[in-house]
């Protein structure tokens, strides 16, 4: 695949920002592909996805562009300190990369997964954001970020979030009832926990992935059959 490395500046969490872009490697004239946008786990950055599977021997037999994006450990949604990565994921680069890149810039043409806090970050943009996406994936996904009060976890979530009581009242509860189908990808720790999370929820499919391999076998089965190009 083509591999282009941006660096740009950001509006909403105003910041210069890292994204990894990968197109097809024979571009046709005229045709705009699909995105699939994948988020890092806290503690990692956008080369998490890189490091860990190999994106582009599935990406380039779909036919699906790819751009992998930093999020500097914001579990990529609109902070209560005014830093609004959420935004930046669901509105500012979707339309930034369909300018820069032969990219579609059609909703239905657009998935976002993501690991650990980063599958809370894609599942918030699933669940604020129905119309932006075609679908969603999170791999092991932080489902309640109330577990990380009282860690060791930087930036502090009470930076992230505000306080721990009113996580729901400010809107960083995740809810399984989803608009647009969201799959789950958990190994044998985080399987269980997933599945009861997910019960009452209509649009949800957990699968089970190897630890041993996990990045790499749930972004082939996201590709492969989650998402319909």
Known sequence: MNWIQVQTFAEGPHTYVGIEVFLPQTVE??????????????????????????????????????????????????????????????QELPEKLSGWFPISREAKDRWVMGVGTGGYGALMAAQNAPDAFAGAAAVNPVLDVACLYGTDYEPKPEYLFGEKEALASQGYALSPSFQIPVRLYCDANHEEKAKQWAQNGAQITVEAVDAENLLEEAFQKYVEGGIQV
Not at 35 to 47: F, N, Q
Not at 67 to 82: E, K, M, P, R, Y
Request: hydrophobic share 40%.
């Open 29 to 90: 004239a005229g045709k705009r592909y699909p995105l699939l946008m994948l988020l890092h786990d806290h503690g990692e950055d956008r080369t998490q996805w890189m490091r860990q599977a190999r994106l582009e021997r599935y990406a380039e037999k779909a036919g699906v562009a790819l751009a992998l994006i930093d999020g500097n450990q914001s579990c990529f949604v609109n902070s209560v300190t005014g830093y609004a990565w959420g935004d930046y994921l669901v």
